[in-house]
């Protein structure tokens, strides 16, 4: 009886074709959608006590980033820091987005989800109220 390697050749390079064909199948980057109306208390808070508050508290770092304190720290920061109305101005943007040049991007332990950066982005944006 005569073995045929054909079939596991031509299955062989059919997987081949196809797996190789998936690199050149990348998906544009999906722009990240926020809902209007970001809430301080709902939305931004709980995303400072999850990554900032840790660091940022009384007996380590300021400003204070625990519930109850974050907004006025954040409001009684240096000029610059939060521009109410303008998230591409204000320093905090350029930390949380690790932009070049800014000599302490936050948060110290990596980077945050693009999500919770266009959540912050889009509470500057909207006025930085405490709402």
């Not at 939305?43 to 300021?62: F, G, K, R």
């Amino acid at each position: 009886m005569k073995k045929t390697h054909k079939p596991i050749l031509v299955a062989s390079v059919g997987i081949g074709l196809l797996l190789s064909s998936c690199d050149n199948d990348k998906f544009p980057e999906k722009e990240i959608v926020v809902k209007d109306n970001v809430s301080f208390a709902l939305d931004i808070q709980p995303i400072l006590t999850l990554e900032c508050a840790t660091c940022h508290n009384p007996s380590e770092a300021e400003p204070d980033l625990r519930e109850g304190f974050a907004y006025e720290s954040l409001m009684n920061l240096e000029e610059g820091a939060i521009v109410p109305g303008n998230a591409e101005g204000s320093e905090l943007v350029e930390m949380l987005e690790w932009a070049e040049g800014v000599d302490n991007p936050m948060p110290t332990a990596g980077r945050m989800s693009p999500l919770k950066i266009a959540l912050i982005k889009k509470w500057i944006d909207e006025g930085a109220r405490n709402n």
